[in-house]
């Protein structure tokens, strides 16, 4: 269950980011919602994966030495599901401002963009199969 998970995570990436390209070039309502609501998906695929994790719930378990040393464990508990809910929060406020017509929505999307660019385990495989 947790690979299946974890590969579904892994695919959504992608359109995430392809999503997020679009809705930054093109900031109208239609790309930010595909951006935003699949970036939804891949928040709600990720929490789904934290709990079946044996990586996160054994960071869990000993937390503060995972928070002392830092490493892959740290990137998961504390960098990387922050980052990605701070960014989903910025990718549904470009939302908004796009169904608005308001010009700030390239930037909140932009935002957005570059926080999951920063929150995505780059050190990962980039493709599971």
């Known amino acids: 269950m947790h690979e299946a998970f974890l590969l579904l995570h ?7 980011l392809a999503f997020g390209l679009w809705a930054v070039f093109r900031p109208e309502a239609r790309p930010g919602a595909f951006f935003a609501h699949t970036f939804t998906l891949q928040v709600v695929l ?7 994790s044996p990586l996160f719930q054994g ?10 040393t830092g490493g892959e464990a740290r990137f998961f508990v504390a960098e990387h599901w922050v ?9 549904h406020a470009g939302l908004s ?16 963009l570059a926080l999951l660019l920063l929150s995505i385990p780059w050190f990962r495989p980039l493709l599971r199969l």
Request: hydrophobic share 65%; glycine share 10%; net charge positive.
């Open 10 to 16: 892994s695919l959504v990436r992608w359109l995430v």
């Open 46 to 52: 990720g929490v789904v994966l934290a709990f079946l």
């Open 59 to 68: 960071a869990l378990a000993n937390l503060e030495a995972v928070m002392q």
């Open 83 to 91: 980052g990605g809910l701070i960014a989903l929060g910025l990718a």
């Open 97 to 112: 401002q796009a169904r608005r017509g308001k010009p700030r929505a390239r930037l909140l999307f932009a935002l957005a």
